[in-house]
Antibody, heavy 117, light 115 residues
Framework: EVQLVESGGGLIQPGGSLRLSCAASGFTVSEHYMNWVRQAPGKGLEWVSV???????DYADSVKGRFTISRDNSQSTVYLQMNSLRPEDTAVYYC???????????WGQGTLVTVSS | QPVLTQPTSLSASPGASARLTCTLRSGINLGGYRIFWYQQKPESPPRYLLDFYSDSNKRQGSGVPSRFSGSKDASSNAGILVISGLQSDDEADYYC?????????FGGGTKLTVL
């Protein structure tokens, strides 16, 4: 059974840093593109970042230069390092696996990040 | 103008059909994109429903009933999600998505009320 479990969220002051983790099981992380998607309270979904099979990465303009996605194949874990956090980064962050057609076919339960002083 | 535009809300009766639209910004050609659809219920992560590129190139999510179907309307440059035989359990937010030059883009979502 495919499972994604996010962790690492919490309350952080503006300008601070946080690292989110997404522990995967039931499949091989290196064989799938992996993404982070976020949802601000009461708002819609926003794609954040993707890491491709070869390790290439891409980011939404809103986080480019501040967030870094990475992957540890030996630990079957995907990370999102978030620096220079802003109040508008407050959201539930979901980890999502891509299928061969690039659908987000499996999602974690999400982890809440709150950026506030 | 957003890349993808969805109506904010839609209401339909149990047993009826609901037609949800996802309109691509002018200048973005619908024909070149696969449209993805997701369902999200309160306090739950999104769920992949289906994706549609053409009648011969489409996929249904695992366990998603066939009463959920996708299509395209070239005349309005929109992706379409039709839910037939509406049930109370279909009440949720529905999001469309495309992979664009700037990465993945979600529509703003449609809140479907079944009453």
């Amino acid at each position: 059974e495919v499972q994604l479990v996010e962790s690492g969220g919490g309350l952080i002051q503006p300008g601070g840093s946080l690292r989110l983790s997404c522990a995967a099981s039931g499949f091989t992380v290196s064989e799938h593109y992996m993404n982070w998607v976020r949802q601000a309270p009461g708002k819609g979904l926003e794609w954040v970042s993707v890491i491709y099979g070869g390790g290439t990465t891409d980011y939404a303009d809103s986080v480019k230069g501040r967030f870094t996605i990475s992957r540890d194949n030996s630990q079957s874990t995907v990370y999102l390092q978030m620096n220079s956090l802003r109040p508008e980064d407050t959201a539930v962050y979901y980890c999502a696996r891509e299928s061969s057609t690039r659908a987000f076919d499996s999602w974690g339960q999400g982890t809440l990040v709150t950026v506030s002083s | 103008q957003p890349v993808l535009t969805q109506p904010t809300s839609l209401s339909a009766s149990p047993g009826a059909s609901a037609r949800l639209t996802c309109t691509l910004r002018s200048g973005i050609n619908l024909g070149g994109y696969r449209i993805f659809w997701y369902q999200q219920k309160p306090e739950s992560p999104p769920r992949y429903l289906l994706d549609f590129y053409s009648d011969s190139n489409k996929r249904q999510g695992s366990g998603v009933p066939s009463r959920f179907s996708g299509s395209k309307d070239a005349s309005s440059n929109a992706g379409i999600l039709v839910i037939s035989g509406l049930q109370s359990d279909d009440e949720a937010d529905y999001y469309c998505l495309i992979w664009h030059s700037s990465g993945a883009v979600f529509g703003g979502g449609t809140k479907l009320t079944v009453l």
